[in-house]
């Protein structure tokens, strides 16, 4: 009989240390820690030929069945022998995808035949999609990538325009694009750009 009392008068005391540690003593609400700002680069960061077009290097280099400087190579002068000159932005993660250590713009330009003034390498924790689309915005350029880019269409509305992205694949050691290949964009993209800095 005393067992139960004395489990009673302990439950009875639990209880009332539990309330009186939650009215006296409440707990300390967490700090929010504040947002930080996404990254947004100035408006030009980089020199921008007449005839460019930006290449989603990080994909294409994908388009076979392994990840592949070759085809990304083949695709590159696909796109000069049609009179563009590309500007290829990586990924930090590039030369991991494809040799297990670090590649920057010096290291890729001898593997893609261009030069490194062409090529991006964004730093580690930057979003190269975001990087892309800013620069293809500004400079109202084509974007050569498998990727459509819905996540970024409200903030790059550019990315949902009409012939905007270019599509391709490797098929039988060749590049199949999915859409028009002509210089007659580049055209309409060099008349729209003097016309806005009129």
Do not use: C
């Not at 005839?51 to 590159?76: C, Y």
């Not at 001898?110 to 190269?128: C, D, F, M, R, T």
């Amino acid at each position: 009989m005393q067992d139960i009392d004395l489990i009673e008068l302990i439950s009875i005391a639990a209880v009332f240390l539990l309330i009186f540690r939650r009215f006296i003593f409440p707990r300390r609400r967490r700090r929010t820690r504040p947002q930080r700002t996404p990254y947004t680069p100035p408006k030009s960061e980089i020199p921008v030929p007449k005839n460019a077009i930006i290449v989603d290097g990080s994909n294409v280099m994908h388009w076979g069945p392994e990840p592949s400087a070759k085809i990304l190579s083949q695709v590159l002068r696909s796109l000069a022998r049609a009179g563009y000159t590309p500007i290829v932005f990586f990924d930090a993660s590039v030369g991991y995808v494809l040799d297990d250590h670090y590649y920057d713009e010096a290291k890729l330009a001898p593997l893609l035949g261009i030069s490194q003034e062409h090529i991006y390498v964004v730093n580690k924790g930057v979003v190269a999609d975001e990087r892309i689309l800013s620069e293809a915005t500004n400079h109202g350029l084509r974007v050569v990538s498998n990727d459509r880019f819905r996540d970024w269409r409200v903030q790059f509305p550019h990315a949902a325009k009409k012939g905007v992205l270019l599509g391709g694949t490797w098929r039988e050691g060749t590049v199949v694009w999915r859409g028009k290949l002509d210089r007659q964009v580049v055209r309409d993209q060099v008349e729209r750009l003097s016309e806005a800095a009129v």
